[in-house]
């Protein structure tokens, strides 16, 4: 960083932006039901109601939810570089930061050095479709490496074996652990199934 600037935004919605996306619906409802046993379509439900009312309370507010996209996104990037005299710079993203770079290469290509991607979000990936196969396959090549490495299957032994036994005993019996609120520091309690562990 000593011969480079670093420019870091807070995307349109988020942060210091305005205007704000923020749902405080969804903490609301987080810590309202962080220590109860929901089954999975008592929380579909729950999460239904909660994206309604925070959508229908942004648009209650004037603000037009079709502006807040990849597309959009990119283009504000692009605008921001223009704006700061770069003729190009280096893009790194992280997760959805990696899709917004991705779009940024395909929209404004000339605006763009290099690009580090971590932990890629690729522009055809659709998440509502691929991310069980996603998590199948983090599982598989996890185990599947602990096996294969002397010090970690020595460590823990038949781990795979142990993590799904470990899931179904908290699916019969869910526990409660005490967690942190992280920005107030409350003590709260969480209720752990085999499905959130």
């Not at 179904?168 to 107030?184: G, Q, R, S, Y």
Request: charge should be negative; glycine fraction near 6%; proline fraction near 4%.
């Amino acid at each position: 960083l000593a011969n480079h600037e670093l420019v870091i935004f807070d995307q349109r919605g988020t942060g210091y932006s305005e205007p704000s996306l923020a749902c405080p619906e969804s903490e609301e409802l987080m810590l309202s039901t962080l220590d109860e046993d929901l089954d999975s379509e008592q929380s579909k439900g729950l999460l239904l109601q909660m994206v309604t009312a925070c959508h229908d309370r942004l648009r209650g507010e004037g603000i037009d939810l079709a502006a807040y996209n990849s597309r959009e996104n990119a283009a504000d990037v692009d605008d921001l570089r223009r704006a700061l005299g770069y003729d190009q710079w280096d893009l790194y993203g992280i997760s959805y930061g990696t899709r917004l770079a991705q779009t940024v290469m395909r929209d404004f290509p000339d605006g763009v050095r290099s690009v580090v991607l971590d932990s890629t979000y690729p522009l055809s990936a659709d998440l509502t479709v691929d991310t069980i196969a996603n998590m199948d396959r983090a599982f598989d090549t996890f185990f599947a490496g602990c096996a294969a490495n002397a010090a970690c299957s020595e460590a823990y032994p038949d781990l795979e074996n142990r993590f799904f036994a470990l899931a179904d005993t908290l699916n019969a019996t869910p526990i409660l652990v005490p967690v942190l609120h992280v920005f107030t520091g409350q003590q709260l309690e969480a209720l752990v199934d085999g499905d959130t562990m």
